[in-house]
């Protein structure tokens, strides 16, 4: 991904974004990596991949959907059951509440927005994946980074801002500000789920907070 450019420096010094490290981590050896691919090999890899146990539960490998060349990467926590059924993320009530926020800051997520989660299998009960299966996905994740190269990161949920950020922190405590991801430092905002809105409508009002955040960037980073 390579050195940052002189507009995304300037954004993120002008944002005062702290620079994560990848994972979070700054104490033990590197995992291992997947070897650059394109997205052929990527989405077999995933298609295929039995490192954790969600593989011998799942109906379907949900590896993402959207713009190859996304400027705005969206990631979420792990496929629900219909996601599981459909081989889509955020598909159902969620899903189309996905696609109203985005389209209330101008976007689609057929153009310009790519959408993942940080694991490709559906976990059983939709409960939250393990700290062992996110790390057994991350090469996954960190590959799709790669190929898409995108100017920001929507991590939306707990489990996808924690694991993105490299903290425990609750997300009232992430979300509203910004972060920065991996070694070329991308800028990443966390806001709350969809579903989670779909629970807690009063919600909504942080969410367009960080949905507007998001905007003046993607605007600026363009100007």
């Known amino acids: 991904m390579g050195v940052l450019d002189s507009r995304r420096r300037r954004l993120l010094d002008e944002m005062g974004v702290p620079v994560w490290r990848l994972r979070g981590q700054s104490q033990g050896p590197p995992a291992a990596r997947e070897p650059a691919m394109d997205w052929a090999a990527l989405l077999a890899g995933i298609g295929d991949c039995d490192r954790c146990p969600l593989h011998a539960t799942r109906q379907r490998a949900v590896p993402g959907v959207g713009d190859h060349d996304a400027r705005l990467l969206i990631i979420g926590e792990a496929p629900g059951a219909e996601e599981d059924r459909r081989g889509e993320p955020f598909v159902g009530r969620a899903g189309k ?127």
């Open 97 to 223: 509440l996905l696609d109203a926020m985005l389209a209330a800051i101008g976007l689609d997520r057929q153009q310009g927005v790519y959408i993942t989660n940080v694991v490709k299998s559906h976990p059983p009960q939709n409960r939250d994946p393990s700290a062992g299966e996110i790390a057994a996905c991350r090469p996954w994740l960190e590959a799709q980074v790669a190929l898409i190269r995108p100017a920001v990161i929507l991590a939306v949920g707990r489990v996808a801002a924690q694991s993105l950020t490299g903290t425990n922190a609750r997300m009232g405590a992430l979300r509203g500000r910004w972060h920065a991801y991996g070694e070329s430092a991308i800028p990443l905002i966390a806001t709350y789920h969809p579903a989670y809105l779909l629970r807690k409508p009063p919600a909504k009002a942080k969410v367009w907070e960080d949905l507007l955040l998001l905007k003046r960037f993607l605007r600026e980073a363009a100007g």
